[in-house]
């Protein structure tokens, strides 16, 4: 196809869709609207052409699926659970009542593991024999890591060097798991960096080796199939909130990194009008000191990583850092589905600073006797932001119902939570400049 | 404006080298823009070319460079600590496009989308800019560059590479104009002690899937190598030996020196190539 008409045509199916010609859901790539699509070089293409059509082979076998929803049963403990939280609820709001989707509960501590399974499945199906992933704070390469040894693959995880050193613990416990981690020491040596030399990697030794990407970004297929992967999150809660509630919330809430959490949750919903879907992005120290990770608020389209999306970019165009006190947010691009929901207004993004998610971590550990992760902790205090809102939803005599997804465990995060409420020394604080996304 | 109408001068050079008297590949020369600073590589491509290369290969500094390997890393990451801004790469266009080869921009896509890829085209051929490389830009994304490249009369440099199917040479041969970049091996920049085994037979499938020109880059370094190369291909592009010559050196006149050094040796290979008879 030449690309103009390929950019036509994604335009004309995005208002198709919007028109009602076709499910938001089951939406597929390359392109969201304007976003997406494939800004790799040309020796990728092959791999990801076999990737694409390997996994649409596999979502119609019966026995991939069988396999993946055993593993999800016996390894993962999926379902996971809904738990409603009252005590927390208060803080929202007078009388909405709060839903926790409890990722955090999955083996490995978050909901990483879903995407994680599905690819490596897909590897052996490929008979590739190798997978490299990037990571940041660590949760995506511990996922990848264990997902490895389960179905015994080889595997390489790229983190910059800095994270190697902050995050030393989570270095053991891939190696631990068997696999090998290489310290980045170029460009600006965070999780961006880490991404570009598993792309180099990925070019080097793309006939052997699966770049196991760990959201809902890059070139096509991935974001498309990792949402895929993710979305037995949202499907679950969709299940769960009717039998608890007997309707669909008002509204469904996520933190936004890369935003594979958030589309894995907000799928099942996207074809309900009427239930509000808001995503909330890392404000950092304020969207006006410039050391955030909001794509939305303060970046503008562009491409980086494979897609083209809302980027923190200069005048000219070179990626800018990116700032969160959580490492799973702290990164300048986002997946470009989320691109194509916020330009439709389908979603809300909004920023949450770090003052305001860490006085929601506290304020769930406190009422709920949960330790979220600091990821997670953003869309606690989106909830909360949105609390103010909330009573003006619900009609007659129902309450606002808010389901949250709790996509991950913040026991990665005691220390830097130490620190932050003065409970430890500051020194030993895990410094979190840079992480994966969630 | 179709295709056909447009002048490459890129083109005209490997075409005016074919044919000569003493037939033989172009050699391909790239260095980045603001290395060691905006004025020193201009100099730095003056001594490239009054060295022996045909055809300049300017590369756009870039904080996030998946094709590149190290030593263009090293370069790129000073480029910008130094400042070196899009722009820059512009005025050094103009500068060195009277130096006697054609000057073709390498740049990764954000930095063109930024501008905005017309404005970007506009201003590239007013500065006497030949066209764009673009190692992440494929075919099938770039409908605006296309379009804009016909409007402006710039060449389009696409990537084949050894994993590319005949469907896929065919698209990337039919969108591409000046030559086709065949990338030897799977990988990015930098020096190799041999030149990919696939690079020969992916100059073949693309002359096969319509090419005139096919040019070979990635791994080539050293005087035999691009002998090697330049006796199957119409061009030879060099990278990272030639950006190591001035990274090594104590200071910039040690440096165009040793470039000019490589550079001496590089032509040579190519002139003393056996060329296969296309």
Request: negative net charge; glycine residues 18%.
């Given at each position: 196809m030449s690309g103009t008409a390929g950019r036509d045509g994604a335009r004309r199916r995005m208002r198709d869709v919007l028109l009602?010609?076709?499910?938001?859901?089951?939406h597929e790539g390359p392109y969201f609207g304007d976003f997406g699509g494939r800004f790799v070089p040309e020796a990728l293409i092959a791999a990801l052409d076999e990737l694409e059509t390997e996994y649409h082979k596999a979502l119609a076998d019966p026995a991939f699926s069988d396999e993946l929803e055993r593993l999800h049963r016996t390894?993962?403990?999926?379902p996971s659970p809904l738990t409603e939280v009252p005590r927390f609820a208060r803080h929202v709001g007078d009388g909405v009542r709060v839903f926790l989707?409890?990722?955090?509960?999955?083996h490995t501590g978050s909901h990483k593991i879903n995407n994680v399974l599905g690819q490596a499945l897909l590897v052996k199906r490929m008979g590739k024999r190798r997978v490299i992933a990037e990571t940041g704070a660590g949760q995506h390469g511990v996922a990848t890591a264990t997902a490895a040894a389960l179905l015994d693959l080889e595997c390489t995880v790229y983190m910059g060097e800095e994270d190697t050193q902050r995050q030393a613990l989570n270095v053991a416990r891939m190696e631990l798991l068997g696999a090998t981690v290489v310290p980045v020491t170029i460009g600006a040596r965070t999780l961006k960096d880490a991404i570009n030399e598993a792309l180099r990697d990925w070019v080097a030794n793309v006939d052997s080796t699966h770049?196991?990407?760990?959201?809902?970004?890059?070139?096509?297929p991935f974001p498309e199939m990792v949402r895929d992967f993710h979305k037995i999150i949202g499907e679950e809660a969709r299940a769960q909130i009717l039998e608890e509630t007997g309707a669909l919330p008002d509204a469904v809430v996520a933190c936004v990194g890369g935003g594979s959490n958030a589309m894995g949750i907000f799928n099942a919903f996207l074809?309900?009008?009427?239930v509000r879907l808001f995503g909330f992005e890392a404000g950092g120290a304020g969207i006006s000191s410039g050391r955030h990770s909001a794509r939305f608020s303060g970046g503008a389209p562009g491409v980086l990583h494979g897609a083209r999306s809302y980027l923190l970019q200069d005048e000219d165009g070179q990626t800018l850092p990116s700032h969160s006190v959580s490492a799973g947010l702290d990164y300048p691009s986002v997946g470009p589905e989320h691109a194509w929901l916020h330009d439709t207004g389908r979603a809300q993004y909004r920023p949450v600073t770090d003052d305001e998610a860490m006085e929601a971590f506290r304020l769930l550990c406190r009422t709920e006797g949960i330790i979220p992760a600091i990821e997670s902790a953003h869309a606690l205090a989106g909830a909360i932001q949105l609390g103010r809102e909330?009573?003006?939803?619900?009609?007659?005599?129902r309450p606002p119902v808010v389901l949250v997804n709790?996509?991950?465990?913040?026991d990665k995060d005691v220390a830097t939570a130490a620190a932050w409420f003065g409970i430890?020394?500051?020194?030993?604080?895990?410094?979190?400049d840079e992480g994966e996304q969630l | 404006m179709s295709v056909t109408d447009v002048r490459s001068a890129t083109a005209e050079r490997i075409d005016e080298l074919a044919s000569g008297p003493a037939p033989r590949a172009a050699l391909i020369g790239y260095l980045p823009v603001g290395f060691p600073s905006v004025p020193g590589s201009a100099r730095a491509v003056r001594t490239m070319v009054d060295a022996g290369v045909d055809v300049v290969e300017l590369g756009m500094p870039y904080?996030?460079?998946?094709?590149?390997?190290?030593v263009i890393q090293a370069a790129a990451n000073r480029a910008l600590a130094n400042?070196?801004?899009?722009?820059d790469t512009l005025r050094v266009v103009e500068e060195v496009a009277s130096a006697g080869a054609p000057v073709l921009v390498m740049t990764y896509w954000n930095l063109v989308l930024r501008y905005g890829v017309d404005a970007y085209a506009r201003d590239l051929a007013a500065a006497g800019g030949a066209g764009l490389i673009t190692p992440d830009l494929i075919p099938d994304e770039a409908a605006d560059w296309i379009a804009a490249a016909d409007e402006h009369a710039l060449d389009r440099v696409f990537l084949v590479a050894p994993s590319s199917t005949p469907e896929r040479l065919a698209s990337t041969v039919a969108a591409s104009r000046g030559f086709v970049y065949a990338?030897?091996?799977?990988?990015?920049?930098g020096e190799r002690?041999?030149?990919?085994?696939?690079a020969e037979q992916l100059v073949a499938d693309t002359r096969a899937a319509g090419a005139a020109r096919v040019c070979v880059g990635l791994g080539v370094s050293r005087p035999e190598q691009a002998a090697q190369v330049a006796g199957y291909a119409d061009g030879v592009i060099v990278g990272s030996a030639l950006v190591r010559s001035l990274l090594d050196a104590p200071d910039e006149a040690a440096g165009l020196d040793a470039l000019a050094g490589v550079v001496h040796g590089l032509a040579e290979g190519v002139r003393s190539a056996q060329r296969i008879p296309r």
């Open positions: 009602g010609g076709g499910p938001l859901a089951t390894y993962t403990g999926r989707k409890r990722e955090d509960l999955n770049y196991l990407l760990g959201t809902v970004t890059g070139p096509h074809d309900d009008p009427q909330a009573a003006g939803w619900a009609g007659g005599d709790l996509s991950g465990r913040g430890l020394e500051p020194e030993p604080v895990v410094k979190a | 904080t996030d460079p998946v094709m590149d390997g190290p400042g070196t801004r899009v722009r990338a030897s091996t799977m990988g990015v920049t002690a041999t030149v990919g085994e696939r």
